[in-house]
């Protein structure tokens, strides 16, 4: 589940774009580092108005988190619709899969896309950070800075993707009355998933 979604969500232009815009802070945070550790206090006077220390990291992470929040938007939209639209999800109910299975499968895609603009991209510049300064950000005051940055990416993935549970779970059956039958195939989990939907099809059309 998780990964066919994936595949789906990265075939959609506009969630790429949103995703290179993602990592637009990461590009310009990074930069930034450089250019303190490059020229020193003539970069700081240029630049005053930016953070210093653990402080860079809160900044990148206020920006990753309006991001996250848009990438979550653009990806969570269409993650049942889509099996709805063109029957994949009558594939998911053919094969031994719970409820929770499928929500759990949906709910991983937006832990992964989130985790992917918060997570990596925060232990990234925290590992150059310190490559590059190690005076300034490899000392004993901020040891914590690390393990912070580890934990407040995990947590603020956490914060974006779980709003959107209920919703992921609200269509994966919808009611209906139409007075008609709803057949479910039981199939062998070895059977791919355009065989199985093609099975699917002919069951019902049966």
Known sequence: I???ALRLILGKRAFLGVL???CLPFVGFLIYIWALTQYGQAAEGMASALPRGGAVFAQFFKWQMLLGLLLTTFGGAGLVANDLRTGA???YLSRPLTRRDYVIGKLSVLLAINLFVTFVPGLLLYGIAV???PAQFLKWELAWLGPAVALHAVVMSLALSLP???FLGSEFLPTLDEGSLLVRATL???VS???AMRLTRSIERT
Do not use: F, K, N, Y
């Open 2 to 4: 998780t990964r066919e």
């Open 20 to 22: 290179v815009l993602a």
């Open 89 to 91: 999800i009558l594939v």
């Open 131 to 133: 490559a590059l300064a």
């Open 164 to 166: 959107a549970l209920p």
């Open 188 to 190: 062998p989990a070895s």
């Open 193 to 195: 998933l355009d065989e």
